[in-house]
């Protein structure tokens, strides 16, 4: 069984940076992607960025683009979102989840979730 834990997660004002990161631990699987979702209180999850594991391409979301960057660390089964210029709007609680079959990245039908780290973006 594979488990993702995410970290960094945390307070910051309109214009910071933070980076999150999720480790992939267990028996982890032959990754096809890895993908960052969030959920903002009332609203449905989101798709926000994912990276192709073998080749590393990598996808966004339109809100995000430009702003957050997508980066995996193959040696440590980890994978990184960097966000620079943070909103008020990008607070949410972010998961990161790893898929094993080539599906669309933008699909939440991915294998493995991890249990959410928090992000609040102060105006």
């Known amino acids: 069984q594979v488990q993702l834990v995410e970290s960094g997660g945390g307070l910051v004002q309109t214009g910071d940076s933070l980076r999150l990161s999720c480790a992939a631990s267990?028996?982890?699987?032959?990754?096809?992607?890895m993908g960052w979702f969030r959920q903002a209180p009332g609203k449905e999850r989101e798709f926000v960025a994912a990276i192709r594991w073998s080749g590393g391409s990598t996808y966004y979301a339109e809100s995000v683009k430009g702003r957050f960057t997508i980066s995996r660390d193959n040696a440590k089964n980890t994978v990184y979102l960097q966000m620079n210029s943070l909103k008020p709007e990008d607070t949410a609680v972010y998961y990161c989840a790893g898929k094993s079959f080539p599906s669309n990245y933008y699909y939440q039908n991915y294998n493995t979730w991890g249990q959410g780290t928090q992000v609040t973006v102060s105006s």
């Open positions: 267990g028996r982890t699987f032959s990754t096809y992607y």
